[in-house]
Every structure is written in structure tokens, then in C-alpha cells.
């Protein structure tokens, strides 16, 4: 079994439990009323099953017995002598939790954000942390522990909540993280040496699996119309997973890109954000939308990225596709400056995933622009009008029929 064997196995197996499992506890939600049903913010039109989080915990499981079994150097170097496995088991496990809990009876914010910043201690605990990155100009930075500690934190929550405020339509949070994880993992084996990966970079690569196939294995379920949603407990658990995988392929490397001098501007240090750009960018607009209108940064709307291209005018399986794409043509360029030499090639490649990503965002951008204007207006207009006087109907018939 050749070096990339090992990691195609951990990720079918992951992909296989959690496809299977997903109807299991589809059918477990139901019977404990683990339903989200529809209100005001949300666009899915009927009660639709939660907690798939649940699948997807047990997919990660199954595939980090897989792996922590194969007698593979890596493997077994990353599971004798390193903890960190089992801290990000045991962080998924304490997120998985909470996110149930809330799924089943709901909880509030601060009480989510305490649990993740809890999960994030405990991955510090078991050495998941920022020590040392490569930085263009500067070399190797070593971070102390009074940095390293609370950038570490920092950043488990910034990323367990990008991934929690893109799972707004249904199957975009498990594609989108299928995405990213899977950028992530082509990077973590094709630098700095071609075809093998790193021993300090193997727990990297094998988190970005488990994300992947969990994901994907969820993705069938979960895409429009959407069977089950993966809930908190799903999205926090993917956001652990992609946090702990950045910070060990990323806060460990020792070496500079492998690209070309481009690949300095982006390559290491800003991988992650480069990959994940779109929801980070969904994170920071919504921060400044919340504190410019004066409301909590909790506080839910519906003026998501891809609530706004539904906006646009297009349908809900057009908004999903477009933020895939767009997703995979911003990896796709972060890859090319890292792995790429020659300024001309990385720049044209950069420069076509710009304009196809204005191409299909702009053609239905203005009149759905106006319209959801238009539409905004009327609501609100609608809502000011005193309510009109209800009358019981006198035969018997329900409220509101003829």
C-alpha cells in the first residue's frame, strides 16, 4: 500500500458509516423529537429531522479506529506518540454533546460558545496548539505559550462558527467543509515533498479525511430537499475537525511553500483562510451587519451569503451549487500559489476564478437586488398595517377557510 493507500482507506470507511448511519439516526431523531421545524429565519419548508451530528461522530470514530489499526509508519507514529488524536476525539465528543442537547431542546448562545471554548481548551490540553509556522520574510516564528494558548482558542471558535453560520441551506455547511477538507489534504501531501506525507504533517492529513468522508457520507441525506439536517451538534463537530487539522498541518511545518515566490504572500500561514474564505467572509459580514444595527452578534437573520443569492433569484439548489463552486475555484487558486511556479500561470489561474465567480454572481444580482428591496419594503409595510379583526366561523369550518 503505497503512502496516499492508507488515507483513501480511512476516508472510504468514514464515507461508508456515515451514509449508513445517517437514516439510523434520522429515524432516532424522530422517535426523541429531535425536529427543526420551520419559523420565520429558516427556508426549509417542512419539520425536517435533526442531531445527524450524531452520524457523523460515529463515522469519525469508526474511521480513527481504522486508521489507529493499519500498520502504517505514519499512523503509528502519530497515535504513539501523540495525544492529539484522542484530544480531538474527546473535543468532538464534548461539541457532539452540546450540539444534541440543543438540537433536542435548545439552548442559548453563550451557553454554546462556553462549551466551544471548552472543546478548544481541551485540544490544548492534549497539544493540539499553535507552536511554530513559517512566516514569508520572517522565517520560523515560535510562538510562547502566552500566544500560543489563546490564538489557539481563538481560532477553534472562529472556525467552529464559520462552519456553524454557513449551515443555513440545506446540504451546504457537509459540501462546502467536503471541499475544504479535501484542498487541505492535497496540500498537506503535496508539500513540501510530492507524494509523501510529512510524519508531523500525517495527523493533518488524516483529520482532513475523516472531514471529508463524513461529510460526503452526509451529503446524500442532507442535500435539497434535505432528509435530516446535521444540526449544531453536525457543524461544530466539522468545525473542530477542520480547526484541529489547520493548526497541526499548519502550526507544525517547519518548511516554506514549495511553489513558487507567490506562494509566500498566502502559503502557509493563510492556507486555512484561503480555503475556507467564503464562510469566514460570511462570518465578518455578519459581525458588521449585527454591531452596525445595534444587535447582539448572536442574534439570527436571514442575510446570509446564500440567503442573499436566493435573494438574487435563484432557487435553493442554484445558491448551494454556486457557493460550491466558488468555493472550489478560491481552494483551487490557493493550491495553484502553493504549488505552483510562475508568476504569469498562478496569476491567470487566479484571475479566471475571479471572473467566473463574478459571472455567476452578478447576472441576477441587481434586479434581485431591487426585488428583495421591493419585497422588503412591502413587508414591512405590511407588518406596521393594524391587524385585521378575526371572526370564528359560526358552522364549524376552521379559521381561515371557505
Known sequence: MNNLGPYLLVFGVTFLISFLATPVIRKMALKVGAVDR???????????????GLALFLAVVVGMAVAHQLHFVDFKRLFRTSLEPTGVLVACAVVVAIGIYDDVRGTAAPVKLAGQIMAAGLLVLFGVQLLYFFFPGQGLLVLGS???VPLTVIWIV???????????L?????GMVAIAAIA???YMYQA???GHIEPGNAGAALLSALAAGAALGFLPWNFHPAKIFMGDSGSMLLGILLAAATIMGVGRNFEPPSGGDLAAFSIPVLVPLVILAVPFLDVVLAIFRRIRRGRPVTHADKEHIHHRLMDFGHSHRQAVLLMYLWSALISASALAVALLNGRVLVGGIGVAALLIIIATAIPRAWPGVRAARRTAAQSELTAAEPAA???EPSDGAAPGTS
Not at 472562529?158 to 443555513?168: C, E, F, Q, T, Y
Not at 440545506?170 to 457537509?174: F, K, N, S
Open 146 to 148: 502566552d500566544l500560543a
Open 184 to 186: 487541505f489534504f492535497v
Open 192 to 194: 513540501p515533498s510530492p
Open 170 to 174: 440545506d446540504g451546504l455547511a457537509a
Open 389 to 391: 379583526p378575526t371572526v
Open 158 to 168: 472562529a472556525m467552529v462558527n464559520a462552519v456553524n453560520l454557513i449551515d443555513g
Open 38 to 52: 420551520p419559523n420565520d429565519r429558516k427556508v426549509h419548508p417542512r419539520p425536517t429531522p435533526t442531531m445527524g
